[in-house]
């Protein structure tokens, strides 16, 4: 069965700080890695990190994957309020349609 | 807003009961999923439907059932409910199912059971 642990649990942090969210994954045929951020209702999506795409960047955010040690990391540098919310990691296997697995979320509250 | 409509917001209603929920994907997209997020369960596939046809599926109850319409629209029913099945439930889309690509959530029904 895939499965994906996410740590810290939750992380409070001021205005300015920079996180690193950790995202480990067991999978079957890995396909791709998500990242979504979850505010008051819908995950929207971040990133999608492949074997051809390890690393992704986004304004204050980027993304690593290291799929011989089946680990990802989110980096949020310069953190502001608004990047409070529970970032939630996914991972997608060959041969199972589109279906993801979630991780528990790692809940962020930035201070101001 | 992601382009992926939900419908209704909030459905509250008692055990035993039976629950219709309905979801709009993104114009385009041909893949639509049902998830399920409670408190301690967190967010759980449920099924996937494209064009029409079952595509992939989930630890779904068989009290749960759902189907994806000729116009892509895809319906979620809940039958027997319990009070456990009170929950969050999220459709998702996206464009094709055999390559990569990103799934974008509607803003979810809340179903309360009493």
């Known amino acids: 069965e895939d499965k994906v642990v996410q740590s810290p649990l939750s992380l409070v942090v001021h205005e300015g700080d920079t996180v690193t969210l950790n995202c480990s994954y067991e999978?079957?045929?890995?396909?791709?890695l998500l990242w979504y951020k979850q505010e008051k209702k819908a995950p929207t999506f971040l990133f999608m990190l492949?074997?051809?795409?390890i690393e992704k960047k986004s304004g204050r955010l980027s993304s690593i994957l290291d799929k011989k040690e089946l680990f990802s990391i989110l980096n949020i540098t310069a953190t502001q309020t608004g990047d409070s919310a529970v970032y939630l990691c996914?991972?997608?296997?060959?041969?199972?349609?589109?279906?993801?697995?979630f991780g528990g979320g790692t809940r962020l509250m930035v201070k101001p | 807003d992601s382009g992926v409509t939900q419908t209704p917001k909030h459905l509250i209603t008692a055990t035993g009961q039976r629950v219709t929920l309905r979801c709009s994907p993104r114009?385009?997209?041909?893949?639509v999923y049902w998830y399920q997020q409670s408190l301690d369960q967190g967010l759980q596939f449920l099924i996937q439907?494209?064009?029409?046809?079952?595509?992939a599926k989930g630890n779904i109850l068989e009290r749960f059932s759902a189907q994806q319409f000729p116009d892509l629209h895809s319906e979620l029913n809940l039958s027997s409910l319990e009070l456990g099945d009170s929950a969050l439930y999220f459709c998702?889309?996206?464009?094709?199912?055999?390559?990569?690509?990103?799934?974008?959530f509607g803003p979810g029904t809340r179903l309360t059971v009493l």
């Open positions: 998702a889309s996206s464009p094709r199912d055999w390559i990569y690509n990103e799934q974008f």
């Open positions: 999978v079957t045929n890995f396909r791709s």
């Open positions: 492949t074997s051809s795409g």
């Open positions: 996914a991972v997608e296997a060959e041969d199972a349609g589109n279906m993801l697995t």
């Open positions: 114009s385009g997209d041909l893949s």
């Open positions: 439907y494209y064009n029409g046809e079952e595509r």
